[in-house]
């Protein structure tokens, strides 16, 4: 079994490119589907969701291929919109599948999707999208089946902000008849990003970026070249670990504006950031501030970003609370950090953080990827070792996690131990 071994650090120094972004790159393969010519992607991230993704493509006939920074789609072969339960509940955004196969074909079978468990992640605005535009949904144990004869646009108003079912109404909508319009839709980069990939390829999209957005249904679509946007997520964690040991990092490739809100909330902790036109950096001055963390929808602070936030935390004097309200139960990497030394609380959804304590490394297990970031910048901090168990987790979303981390100082490797033998030495840390 594999595991991460951390060790302090000290301040950590220098610069990291940042890749294409996960959560765009996920709907955007699922989004090729929807053309009718070959589409090129530039820039999406080697992780494992999206070679599952090439995977789940390459089951239904869609012709896959990587050269250099570039996925290669051609969608004119996919013959099946029968997606393997097994490899769709693999990973949250199996769900765009349906968004982007249903017009084609009349009718999904897919499995329930999987993704990082926050103890709760409904998609019943999902399944009102596919309702709304005219499909019928049957749910079965482990997988559910999405039927249309025909798409219909339509007015919908989401009940909740949702990103992910915003980009699989939009990918529904535009080879649907008529005009559809997104009431309360979420205002995310990535949802921009697929709406401009969308248009690209001929489909009318308008007002991307705002709470409404309106999809006037078109026959078909081109193929076509886009780029996917960098990041946010991964370039706003490295910038925090700046701020762990007092160093400075500089995050490239980067639009700045897409972190607004983490960039603030880092200055207000005492970190110093400069943006230039695609990059960041931020200095760490070795003293930190406590604060309060509201993690909302976007343009608020990211409830990705709160994982890594807390591991910053843990070096502020004082008492900081960290309150997550798109997933108010998404601590799980608290009891983890418990085992480090931390004093954390959590107390009618928020977490209640005593800073300025030390750490001691020991064996921690990551239950989703922000998680396992969380458990290895606090790492960095902790005396002596720190073991990080649920590798798996952290490779869903990150290309590199050594190689990176190495590159700005991080003293961390990757190992192996049979899990007899690692559950032996979590047994004896207690
Ligand atoms: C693959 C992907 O892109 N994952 C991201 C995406 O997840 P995901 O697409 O699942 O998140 P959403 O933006 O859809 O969810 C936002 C909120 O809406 C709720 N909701 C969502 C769908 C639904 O049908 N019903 C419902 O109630 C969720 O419980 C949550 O409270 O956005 C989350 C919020 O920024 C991020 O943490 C995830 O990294
Ligand atoms: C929660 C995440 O991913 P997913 O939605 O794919 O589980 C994440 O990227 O932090």
Redesign the pocket.
């Known amino acids: 079994m594999k595991y991460i071994q951390t060790e302090y650090s000290g301040p950590l120094n220098g610069t990291v490119h940042i890749p294409g972004a996960k959560?765009s790159s996920?709907a955007l393969l699922a989004a090729a589907c929807l053309a009718d010519n070959i589409v090129t992607l530039e820039g999406i991230p080697h992780i494992d969701d999206v070679r599952l993704i090439a995977d789940i493509g390459r089951d239904i006939g869609l012709k896959l291929t990587q050269a250099g920074g570039q996925v290669i789609i051609d969608p004119r072969w996919i013959h099946s919109s029968v997606i393997d339960p097994g490899k769709a509940s693999s990973y949250?955004?199996s769900y765009y599948f349906v968004g982007a196969l249903l017009s084609k074909f009349g009718r999904v079978t897919i499995g329930l999707p999987g993704?990082d468990d926050f103890v709760?992640?409904?998609?019943?605005?999902?399944i009102k999208v596919f309702q709304a535009l005219g499909a019928q949904v049957r749910i079965f144990k482990d997988y559910y089946e999405v039927e249309a004869a025909e798409l219909r646009g339509a007015d919908i108003y989401f009940d909740?902000?949702?990103?992910?079912?915003t980009m699989n109404a939009m990918m529904m909508a535009v080879l649907a008849k008529g005009r559809t319009q997104l009431h309360n839709a979420?205002v995310d980069p990535?949802v921009c990003d697929t709406a401009r990939f969308l248009n690209q390829l001929g489909a009318r999209i308008y007002g991307a970026g705002t709470d409404r957005i309106r999809i006037e249904g078109v026959p078909y679509l081109n193929g076509g070249f886009h780029t996917v946007i960098p990041d946010r997520l991964i370039a706003g964690a490295f910038l925090m670990a700046a701020g762990l040991n007092g160093g400075q990092i500089t995050v490239k490739d980067v639009i700045p504006e897409h972190l607004g809100s983490c960039l603030a909330k880092l200055e207000e902790v005492g970190l110093h950031v400069e943006c230039g036109e695609n990059s960041i950096t931020a200095y760490g001055s070795g003293l930190l501030k406590a604060t309060r963390i509201r993690a909302g929808?976007y343009p608020s602070f990211?409830?990705?970003l709160q994982q890594p936030m807390t591991a910053l935390l843990l070096q502020a004097q004082g008492k900081s609370i960290v309150t997550d309200r798109?997933?108010p139960k998404r601590f799980a990497h608290v009891p983890q950090l418990r085992r480090l030394g931390a004093e954390i609380e959590i107390r009618q959804e928020s977490a209640f953080i005593r800073g300025g304590l030390p750490l001691r490394g020991g064996w921690v297990h990551a239950t989703d990827v922000r998680a396992g970031i969380c458990m290895l910048m606090a790492g960095f901090t902790a005396e002596g070792s720190t073991c990080i168990t649920g590798v798996e987790h952290i490779e869903r979303g990150y290309e590199d996690v050594i190689g990176s981390f190495r590159s700005i100082g991080g003293k961390l490797s990757m190992r192996e131990l049979d899990a007899q033998e690692i559950s032996s030495r979590i047994h004896m840390q207690g």
């Open positions: 959560n996920l949250r955004a993704g709760s992640r409904p998609m019943d605005q999902h909740t902000i949702t990103s992910g079912a979420a990535e929808m990211a409830t990705d798109v997933y």
